[in-house]
């Protein structure tokens, strides 16, 4: 397999159906990606897994206008995890930290692409999405890193990007 055809693999796919991805099976791949590297091994992260039940509540907290992705996303994708990052008190730390989810997001992708599995991620601006972050429960020093959708790849789907492909030059 080709390193472009990789790349569309983990960037671009079709859910599955609505074949179900089970938390348990989230939960390793998690095991694996906190191995993301962080400042001083702070692991400035936590999870909210968001289960059937408050799917449709939880979609209500996002304006429809100007985040439809986001409301797409937690609708319908078979499993939906949102990933909150520390926000430190000095300005180095919070990019570490914020740099260090976003590593930790891209490692559950690869991971998760390893496995069969999709995965979306959107993260939702600062300002506009008060009411999705009261609802997950975000401290005054967190933000969100990312919303995240999983689901199973259909069998030998790489869907065109309309991407640029990546491109490895060896000198």
Known sequence: MSIQLAMEQIQEYKWHGQRPVAAEQVLALLEEAVWAPNHHLREPWRFVWIDAACRSSLEDTVDPSTQGDLRELIRTAPACLIVVASV???PREEKDDF??????????????AANGLGMSWILPPHTGCEDLSFAVK???????????GLGHIEDGIALASGKKPVRIEVL
């Open 88 to 90: 430190p008190k000095t």
């Open 99 to 112: 740099a260090a989810a976003c590593c930790l997001i891209q490692n559950l992708q690869i991971l998760a």
């Open 138 to 148: 975000l401290e005054a020093n967190e933000r969100i890193a990312g919303v995240l």
